[in-house]
């Protein structure tokens, strides 16, 4: 029986089905918690059934973004794929921006 309360991003294990899954919005007007699977699958749950479900707290799994599909992974591409900004890149870093290579007026090169 659940006795961990649902806090979103928490992940779950249904031990009757050995479906892991991460509570993504909790609605304390509607009272439901609202979860999804690791293949995208969306479902709700009452307020009320929470405490008589099969679930125990769980490590989230390798790829936690799983059920974001596709998205995820391109994110995830960009993240790893060296995203460069084009306001600071390394050749032209804050510093650089701010003072230059010299000063008019200083007694650089002299």
Do not use: C, K
């Amino acid at each position: 029986m659940a006795r961990i309360a649902p806090e979103i991003g928490s992940w779950f294990e249904n031990f009757d089905t050995g479906d892991l899954f991460e509570v993504v919005a909790v609605d304390y007007q509607g009272h439901s918690i609202e979860i999804q699977y690791l293949d995208g699958t969306v479902d709700e749950i009452e307020f009320d059934s929470w405490p008589q479900l099969p679930v125990i707290g769980a490590a989230p799994p390798e790829d936690a973004n799983a059920g974001y599909g596709r998205l995820a992974e391109e994110m995830q591409d960009a993240e790893d794929g060296g995203y460069r900004s084009p306001v600071l890149s390394p050749a032209q870093n804050a510093v650089d921006r701010l003072e230059g290579d010299s000063f008019s007026g200083t007694d650089e090169g002299y």
